[in-house]
Structures are given as C-alpha cells and as structure tokens.
C-alpha cells in the first residue's frame, strides 16, 4: 500500500517551469473610497536603447511587456483633469523624445499592441517626458505623492520617466458619509480623528471641523492627538496664540504618556505658529 501511494505522488507532481523574461507585477493602491489595480510585465534594458530604439518613437506601446498592461478603478477617478469611469482598461502610450500620449483603451485584454484600435480609445492626453540622470534598467511603474484625493503614476525606464496625475472624484460622497456617520448617536462610535483630519486636510468647514475636535476632547480628555488637531484647525483659522496654547496641552499629555510622536508633532505647530 506505501508504494502505491509514492507512485501517486509521482505521477501528480508539478511540471517544470521557466521564469518568464519579463516578470509580472501587481499594484494595488488604495485611492479615496476604491483602489488603483495595475497589472504589467516588466522588461529590462540589457544594454539596448529603449526609446528611439526598440520602442520607436511615435508609435503605439502596451506601456510593458506581454500583455497590454491593464489598470483598474473601483470607482470613478480624473486622471489629467479627464474624468474616468470605473472600469478596467488597457494602458498604451506613444512615446516621443519630449512626450508622450497616454492611452486608456476600452480592450482590457489584449497581447501587446497587435490588436490595438484606435477607436475603442476611452482617452487620450499628452504628458511630458523627464530625463532622469539615474538609470532604471527594469521597467517600473509606481505610485507616489498619495492623498486622500490625489496621487501620481509614475512610468519609469532607463533614463527616461512620465508623471501621470490623478484625482479622486468621490467627495462629495465622502462628505456625505462623514457627515452621515458623525450623525450616530453613540459619541463613541462617531469616526472624530478621521473625520476632523479629512475636513482639515481637503479645506473644508473648519468650523465644523472644530466642534468635532471639542466633542472628542470631552471623549478622550488625555489624547494628545485630539490636542494636536485642535492646534493646527487654530492655526489654520489664523489664532495662532490659542493654537500654541493648545499644542502646549498637547505636548504635556504625550509627555505623561512617553509618546514621543505626538510631542514632535504637537512641537512642530508651535515652530509654525512663531514663524
């Protein structure tokens, strides 16, 4: 019976396998109340020139390697001020010495640019390009400089990168559910730290946004962070004495507690406030 069942393990036992030359990544980048997905394989330079060279200057790319590199959004975006269904799409670009269109197709699955149409184009739009003195050798795409309501992509390889930039386009629902939530009853299952940080941070009511940090301090009388956000709505409102009084409680609170980050953080909108 044992050698039965070693046959069985044999004969089931994975077949070999060989990387591909270009492997494949998967980004997911949360973005407002959805996320970005990019899936795109990754070519590397091995001593060729890229642009100009192997991808010839004015002619459509699947922006990778394989497959047409898709991108997804949960939910509606701009991207370069053009608003953007939510969707998955294929990402082309034509590049060009000093910049590039971007693409986004309606064909989401498609192997390279062989069956690319022009007409099933959702968008198109003109970036320029960078030179970038440090050389990428495998082709990367990345998100950076990411908010609540904005982020960059950018397209990076050899010597040469392109900035895409995009923005959210759910804030007037994001209000809505903030405001929704802070409705709740129960004080303490209102969402205050992140609620207060959203209207501060995206220049909405500070009014508002100052009666929740009052509500909260009552809650958590020794929160420093509370303190914290109370000194720069102060701050921002342009009383800047209350604001450093405020930071000064703030600091005495996470000092009783060793939390070093809400002392430096509660430090630094005093700097500000005396600049």
Known sequence: MLMACCITTK????EPRIPEASSTQTLIQDFGLGK??????RPNVKGRKIFGGINPYGQVWRTGANSATTITFSENVIVEGNKVPAGTYSLFSIPEEKEWTIILNKTAKQWGAYGYKQEDDLLRFKVKSIYLS???????????????????????WDHT?????????DDAQITANIEK?????DVNKRPYFNAIQYYY???KDLNKAMTWA????????????YKLWKARI????????KAIATAQEGIKLAKATDDEEYVRLNEAVITQAKN
Not at 11 to 14: I, K, M, R
Not at 234 to 241: I, R, V
């Open 134 to 156: 440090e050389k990428r050798e495998t082709f990367t795409l990345q998100f950076a400089n990411c908010t609540t309501k904005s982020n960059d992509l950018y397209i990076v």
């Open 161 to 169: 990168g392109v900035i895409i930039h995009m923005q959210t386009d």
């Open 214 to 225: 009052l509500e909260a301090e009552k809650i958590e009388p020794k929160a420093p962070w």
């Open 201 to 203: 941070e995206n220049d």
């Open 234 to 241: 102060q701050l921002k409102m342009g009383d800047k004495a």
């Open 11 to 14: 004969t089931f036992a994975q």
């Open 36 to 41: 970005i997905t990019i899936t795109y394989s």
């Open 181 to 185: 939530l802070m409705l709740n009853p």
